[in-house]
């Protein structure tokens, strides 16, 4: 399913109109990346938790010339499923 399928399941759902239903996904999207940014976490009970974690630097090998490359630390958005995701899926 991608973003399109996604809006259109939202608007036939929610008896609400396709424009409402991008409007209501996109203003969803952005204040859980917004929180993210911030270094919150986002807790929907029952389906999840997003969240940031950071890796650390790390040795790594270019997979062309087999030489030995530094891969620098980074922060990763994360997702743990909740237990009603889990058993719906399962």
């Given at each position: 399913m991608n973003k399109k399928d996604l809006i259109n399941?939202?608007?036939?759902?929610?008896?609400?109109?396709?424009?409402?239903?991008?409007?209501?996904?996109?203003?969803?999207?952005?204040a859980i990346s917004n929180a993210l940014a911030n270094g919150d976490k986002v807790s929907l009970i029952g389906f999840g938790t997003?969240?940031?974690?950071?890796?650390?630097?790390?040795?790594?090998?270019n997979p062309a010339t087999k030489q030995a490359i530094e891969i620098p630390a980074k922060k990763v958005a994360k997702f743990k499923a909740g237990a009603e995701l889990a058993e719906k899926v399962n």
């Open positions: 399941v939202i608007a036939e759902q929610a008896q609400i109109s396709k424009a409402s239903a991008k409007l209501a996904l996109d203003a969803t999207l952005d997003f969240s940031v974690a950071e890796r650390g630097a790390r040795q790594g090998v």
